[in-house]
T-cell receptor
């Protein structure tokens, strides 16, 4: 069973709209949680990094939240743009910082 | 330094052939990681090096797979006697050591085994 579960699996929204992606994890203990954006055929690029003591972290139009008690995180994208079309991957780093456990990702498509 | 680079970007090979991929990390990074990603899935950890030492290998890394980082700089990942199930994107990442340091990913090598 994957230790990081993401939902929805895919999502289509209109340009300019907001959306929220979900991540549930069971990795424990962990040192930090990250959201990555992966364009098709490219390597993942980090959007946000949160330690277990942080609740919210923003990076431009991206806002990530973390509830370490319920082991849930979300990524909110505001005023979506066509260039936001990508796979968004939730990643939990173990407490030793050595290994990243990846979710399967949410494929987001922004339509004009 | 423009980041992590991987070569080749694409490789098509016939089943049973050997292939070797190269990764050049960010120069000051002492850790280097290999991941495998299949379509619709997130990357899966294969192995990582700190300097030239290979510190951990996943169970996914069968005997046909071998990785080296001989001088603590670039790394190679070799797959012997390739199988169709080896078809995937192979990603390399590098970082400084320590839990707070971010891993920077290369563009990946797409392997297709026919």
């Amino acid at each position: 069973k994957n230790q990081v579960e993401q939902s929805p699996q895919s999502l289509i929204i209109l340009e300019g709209k907001n959306c929220t992606l979900q991540c549930n994890y069971t990795v424990s203990p962990f040192s930090n949680l990250r959201w990555y954006k992966q364009d098709t055929g490219r390597g993942p690029v980090s959007l946000t990094i949160m330690t277990f003591s942080e609740n919210t972290k923003s990076n431009g139009r991206y806002t990530a939240t973390l509830d370490a008690d319920t082991k849930q995180s979300s990524l909110h994208i505001t005023a979506s743009q066509l260039s936001d079309s990508a796979s968004y991957i939730c990643v939990v780093i173990d407490s030793y910082g050595n290994k990243l456990v990846f979710g399967a990702g949410t494929i987001l498509r922004v339509k004009s | 330094d423009t980041g992590v680079s991987q070569d080749p970007r694409h490789k098509i090979t016939k089943r049973g052939q050997n292939v070797t991929f190269r990764c050049d990390p960010i120069s000051e990074h002492n850790r280097l990681y290999w991941y495998r990603q299949t379509l619709g899935q997130g990357p899966e950890f294969l192995t990582y090096f700190q300097n030239e030492a290979q510190l951990e290998k996943s169970r996914l890394l069968s005997d046909r797979f071998s990785a080296e980082r001989p001088k603590g700089s670039f790394s190679t990942l070799e797959i012997q006697r390739t199988e169709q199930g080896d078809s995937a994107m192979y990603l390399c990442a590098s970082s400084m050591s320590g839990r707070s340091y971010e891993q920077y990913f290369g563009p990946g090598t797409r392997l297709t085994v026919t």
